[in-house]
């Protein structure tokens, strides 16, 4: 493994120790706040809602990495999410993050989530194309300067007809995924401990 190699696997573990740290900063902030009005309908359906992210950014997750897993450090992906988006995968994940949120039942909780997810994964991203630049030259610039860095652009949409897949990596971003799913019974034991009084609501949010 190269040098260049390793700097990036560390760039990526910070990533995701700063990203646990400030999830469980904000299931702390979840669990000394209640929503205003309580259980509401719109309280329900926020968090019906961000089960439907959370399972879209699971499926989407997984659908990227049948494209990138085990090739990121190997050559320029550039076809089907990537053609459309630098990051899919990273924008899947916001996704995720608020559906993670809204299990709260706050709309305040929920954007913390996603503000957090973006401000982590930004800076990930600016030390990942500094590595890209340099390993691939003008052809991750090429790249870079036809496709969006997040936001994707669907008229740039290009695939293949076939795929090599590489099916330890597609189960562990599917593994990784899932993982997403632990805000459900999380916020409902928050829940339950605020109604029997094991938890103390000091602030109400929206």
């Known amino acids: 493994m190269t040098t260049n190699s ?11 120790a700063v990203l646990l740290a400030g999830i469980l900063g904000l299931l702390a902030l979840g669990a000394v706040t209640g929503t205003i009005g309580g259980e509401t309908p719109l309280h329900e359906g926020l968090e019906a809602f961000g089960l439907l992210l959370i399972a879209v950014c699971i499926v989407g997750r997984a659908w990227c990495s049948l494209y990138i897993g085990g090739r990121k450090k190997a050559e320029i ?3 089907g999410p990537y053609s459309i988006s630098r990051n ?9 993050a608020f559906g993670m949120g809204a ?9 913390l989530f996603l ?3 973006v401000g ?3 800076l990930t991203v600016k030390r990942e194309e500094a590595w890209l630049a340099r390993e691939f030259g003008t052809v991750y610039e090429a790249y870079r ?3 969006p860095r997040f936001w994707p652009n669907f008229s740039r949409w290009q695939d293949r007809e076939t795929l090599e897949i590489r099916p330890a990596f597609f189960l562990t971003t599917l593994r990784d995924g899932m993982v997403m799913l632990l805000a459900v019974p999380l916020f409902e034991w928050i829940e ?3 109604h029997a009084g094991w938890l103390a609501t000091l602030i109400q949010l929206p």
């Open 6 to 16: 390793l700097d990036l696997r560390k760039v990526q573990l910070i990533r995701k």
């Open 77 to 79: 992906v550039d076809r």
């Open 88 to 96: 899919p995968l990273y924008v899947f994940s916001f996704i995720g």
């Open 103 to 111: 299990q709260s039942g706050s709309v305040t909780i929920a954007v």
């Open 115 to 117: 503000l957090v997810t």
């Open 120 to 122: 982590v994964f930004h």
């Open 145 to 147: 300067q036809r496709t």
């Open 192 to 194: 339950t401990s605020q």
